[in-house]
């Protein structure tokens, strides 16, 4: 009888363990609140580096002079309202009747303070992946 008791006492005690503890919830819900910071910061920058791959496409699309592939990129850009490139900065070359369209850019995110994420954005039209854009940032 008496081992009967013991147990039933120690089951309570792990029984009264169970569960979270206030530190252990607020721990848990600052990680979420920071990472969900991260999350609200980074996303509009993710998004317009995608209008831009989609502007540079529609740019090489309507073909025709470089000047006439910025101008076209500076209208789809700014549907998208992207400012953190315009057609000047696009690298437009001209391989065997093809043209390419690349880009390569830096965006700052800043989280809180002195903190920030740097991003370094950079895409292409051309099949191969090959980015004179990257290319010429490298050399310079």
């Known amino acids: 009888m008496r081992t009967n008791a013991v147990e039933r006492n120690r089951s309570r005690r792990f029984g009264a363990e169970r569960g979270v503890s206030l530190s252990g919830l607020l721990v848990v819900l600052v990680v979420l609140g920071a990472l969900a910071l991260v999350a609200i910061k980074v996303t509009p920058a993710l998004l ?19 000047r ?49 994420l740097l991003f370094d954005f950079a895409g292409t039209t051309d099949p191969s992946g090959a980015n004179a854009a990257k290319e010429a940032a490298k050399a310079q």
């Open 48 to 66: 317009e580096y995608r209008a831009v791959k989609a502007a540079i496409v529609k740019a090489k699309a309507e073909g025709g002079t470089v």
């Open 68 to 116: 006439e592939i910025q101008q076209a990129f500076d209208r789809h850009a700014g549907v998208n309202d992207v400012g953190a490139i315009s057609g000047r900065d696009l690298v437009i070359t001209r391989d065997e009747q093809d043209v390419q369209v690349s880009f390569a850019y830096e965006k700052r995110v800043p989280l809180a303070g002195n903190v920030s």
